[in-house]
């Protein structure tokens, strides 16, 4: 009788059974094994990071320029901090005992600036876990929504729950400003995704030894925990923080003081008061001081002019307008733009003041009628002029995307 030469099942107590020259094995000698072999092969990967290819600041930058246009300053803080970060993986117990701090970085700017597409893309060229996660979600624990430490699972599960490239991981922490304490007044209404999210940040921010959900969600007692080290992961942070530029010029104002005011207050830009940010703007704004002591490297993004949203749909290596081109070609069919229409695109953008967001909505609502009309079509050719993106955007009701 033909049975498994490693279990002893016979044919009839398998799902299948396959022979070889001189033996057989059924399905769950080989799904073991499999198992066995993944776990044997994870086990001997080089998770010390000793070996890590260190890129420079410069290099890095560089990577960025290819995706992110503008917003020089951004990318330098962060260029510097992912090198940092990769320093603190590799450094080795000295006899001076000197030990390299992380330093978390907080990302200021309106909405469409590029603080999402900057960790997007830092994701793309780093060689150690790495997640983006949204603050929006958390509240304090005991309430419906997720507790502070699922920020970690996403983490774990980009990292195939590998503690020790966790705990070497980077993690962006999205929507930040929505987790701000929304008043100083005492309430019978506790603020359960505000100061007390803040709060259970604190341990995750500084570092320490935190029990994660493996799968996410709310934690309950019968819940397996995985414990994860803090120290090494540097967060970075990101908020539009809608409407700290009144916090900003509310400061100015009440600095600008003697007989140099004049002169002082003709210096400011009043069109850009996010480059003058502080951390007591954060701590007005609602962040309480003790996760603005934890955040030290304080940037802003500066909002996107003219020649800058003319280069986003044209430049980088994911423009608009390659990704138009690519999706009409693989229905055969070549796109043009004529000239005058980008910038007709780049003029109702400024109008509507949503930044890089923008842009998509005005292309999507242009060519809307296209992507559905043009792939039943005999054609091979497609030209946009300004005419039919001027009906098309007269005809779809765009107020919706002005600002109020």
């Not at 007390?196 to 007692?221: F, Y």
């Not at 999507?364 to 039943?376: C, N, T, V």
């Amino acid at each position: 009788m033909d049975k498994c030469s490693f279990c002893g099942r016979t044919k009839k107590e398998t799902n299948l059974l396959i022979a070889g020259l001189e033996g057989h094995i059924c399905d769950h000698c080989i799904e073991q094994a499999n198992s066995i072999m993944k776990e044997e092969l994870g086990s001997k990967k080089n998770t010390s990071f000793d070996t890590i290819n260190l890129l420079k600041p410069v290099e890095i930058k560089n990577f960025l320029d290819q995706y992110v246009i503008g917003q020089d300053m951004a990318k330098k803080i962060i260029s510097v901090a992912v090198y940092n970060h990769y320093k603190r993986l590799m450094q080795k117990p000295d006899a001076d005992e000197i030990e390299i701090e992380k330093s978390n970085i907080i990302l200021v700017g309106e909405t469409g600036t590029g603080k999402t597409l900057l960790a997007r893309t830092v994701a793309k060229m780093l060689h150690v876990p790495f997640t983006i996660v949204d603050a929006t979600v958390l509240t304090e624990a005991g309430y419906v929504g997720e507790d502070i430490e699922s920020l970690l699972t996403r983490l774990l599960q980009n990292a195939d729950y590998d503690v020790k490239a966790a705990e070497k991981g980077i993690v962006f922490i999205d929507e930040i400003d929505k987790i701000a304490r929304k008043g100083d007044n005492p309430s019978i209404t506790r603020d359960v995704s505000g100061e007390g999210v803040q709060q259970g940040l604190l341990k995750l921010l500084e570092g320490s030894i935190v029990n994660v959900p493996p799968q996410g969600g709310r934690k309950h007692p019968e819940q397996k925990m995985i414990p994860v080290d803090t120290k090494n992961i540097l967060f970075i942070c990101g908020g539009a923080f809608e409407g700290i530029d009144k916090k900003i010029a509310q400061r100015l104002n009440t600095q600008i003081v003697g007989f140099g005011a004049t002169k002082i207050r003709d210096k400011v830009d009043k069109n850009n008061l996010l480059q003058y940010i502080a951390p007591q703007d954060l701590r007005s704004f609602g962040l309480i001081p003790e996760i603005i002591g934890r955040l030290p490297v304080l940037s802003h993004l500066n909002p996107l002019d003219r020649d800058a949203l003319r280069a986003i749909l044209t430049e980088p290596k994911n423009a608009l307008v390659k990704q138009y081109i690519k999706l009409f070609k693989m229905d055969n069919i070549d796109l043009t733009f004529e000239e005058g229409v980008l910038e007709y695109i780049v003029d109702k953008a400024i109008e509507f003041k949503l930044g890089a967001r923008g842009l998509r909505s005005i292309c999507e609502a242009i060519m809307l009628d296209a992507m559905f009309e043009m792939p039943s079509k005999d054609t091979s050719e497609l030209e946009i002029t300004i005419d039919y993106a001027d009906r098309k955007l007269e005809r779809i009701n765009l107020k919706v995307l002005r600002a109020s």
